[in-house]
């Protein structure tokens, strides 16, 4: 009963979705197709989401029933490495700034959307962006802060990026409640954000030529 | 209750406030101004169009500190450097109130009881990095039937303990309400803490912590004896509130915990906040008794525009926040509801608190100029003037955005003009730029 899985994670019926899942698995089902079937509902979510029927919880709560889902049918297993068609993204909140919350939702967003994310976290040294975006041969690096003082932090990211001979291979998003042009500009950022959507659109046209 | 011929405690806070019965006036002249200014503030509030956009400050603090400089680990620490860099600000920038550093609070408080709910400048953060708060999951999605039961122990025995790893030993503590039979619970408690030598070590560690904060009572004491008395400017930020529905998100739940329950226990959800309302109304009120301050402060933070839908905003955060807000009208109080976030779809609801009440902060994210659309004859509006504006642009590009704000958002009253956030990062001459508009605007419409 895939339909049912998808339904129950769309509809936001965590016991349901759980029970579906479990049963799947008894039933043999493979459970890397259970969790295709997970990723298409967060699909249907994310598309929601950016028409604007659906809101942040939505994609939250989305995103525990499909954490919980792979608990129980992956125990221990595949969660991490990330894999996606459409480019490789290293994000993270500069350092000095310990925000999470949109940087969680732009790396669940972008995810849905088919990227292979690399999410350093919080607090992140420059140094960590400049060996994240060689270890995943990176093409977009996006920068989070929620507090003015980030906006130095990421020009200096920017400029560590630079640096390493990185700047060329890397387009830099900026995102976070106070960016806008002038941050970018400020930090020699190629593109900037401050809603999940804009970064997805950005996001689309660096690596697709358009949304 | 006969309430015709009494006079409702904001108002009579409100007349003592204009009057600054609380200062000692270095002269008449800085009585009068102090007067008029803060007589400015409330009239705008209630939304005389006085001809004038009074300018206030969402809070300055890196920017004040620079003033020093001093650090921010020096200004949580060494408070005459902070209070010297604080009243140098002042002096420098001719605002119609000041914000305090109310939010640099000490680092003994927090140290003493290596208080996990914060990152500090100076141990966790550079030293002049602006402290930060953790949002985490403090109370378990099990444990709502726990807190609605017998909320002070679950306080106690629970978060305490969860806050920091001094305060763990009160976990040992027997519940309160026991303390009734045999002997009145008295062997159970006290067994208790001389089984437990942590206890008295928790007291000791809550000592240290309040130590450090009596010395900074004093210390924001003074800054408005200097600020208030000398420099003639009237303290904005007084009592404050709590939405309910943050008070879960932020210091319980967690963000994630509180969508996870606005969909699996709803009504345990609601049932919490029904209970934190009367609490948090009455924690106001005493607030203001205390402060003699008119002015209920309610920073806002999980409802803002794509953090939920409408309906979610609607069935979870605006009832149990428009009761408060309309709990503290009643008392002849009035609101500075600090939104944070883009707030353009839910600003419509505060026309459903009596008109003339409430001061509403705009971030940049919300669009001002809509505001004044929606709230205009309703409710006063301030701030909107970016914090990255003020941090990189040039001052023309300030005055330019500020000119707009004056011309739309002040016309007929109603408006204030302040920055968008907490102000670490600005430069100088742009926030002297803002300022400097609001006050042209004053005298060329007067």
Redesign the interface.
Known sequence: MPQGLTDAIVGMRMDEAMTIAKRMLDNGTDPLAIIADGSKAMEVIGRHFAEGEAFLPELIMGGEIMKSISEEVMPGGAGGAPEGSRGAVVIGTVHGDIHDIGKDIVALMLGIEGYAVHDLGIDVPVEDFVAAVKEHDADIVALSGLLTLAFDAMRSTVDGIAAAGLRDNVKIMVGGAPVDESVRAYTGADGWGNDVGRAVKLAAEWTDGGA | MDHMAEEKLGERLIADWVRGAHLHFANDEARKKYQARAQLIIDTIRLKDTGKIPVIPAATQ?FALDYGPVTFREAMTEFDKAFAAYVRQYEDTDFDAYVGPEFIFPAGMFEALAWNRV?LPGVH??ED??F?F??AEYMKAEEYDEYLDDPSDWILRKYLPRLSPKLEPLAQLPPLRNMVVFHQGLPDLVLAAAENPGVVDAMKALQASGESVQEWYEYLGRIDQELGGRLSIPHLLGPMAHAPFDIISNYYRG??GT??D???RPEKMTALMERLLPWQLQYGIDGAKAQGHPVVTVYLYKGAD????EA?YEEFYWPTLKKLLLGLVEEGLLVWVFT???YDSRLHHFKEIPAGTCLIHL???TDAFLAKEVLAGSQCIEGNV????L???SVD?VEAYCVRLAEVCGKGGGFMMDF??F????KRENVKKMIEVAKRYGRSSS
Do not use: H, P
């Open positions: 890196k990152r953060l550079a990095n602006s930060q953790v949002e963000w994630r969508i996870v606005m969909y699996s794509g953090l939920m839908s979610q944070q976030g883009k971030e940049s994210g970016s914090s990255a504006l941090a990189t642009a590009e968008s956030a102000l670490d990062e600005a």
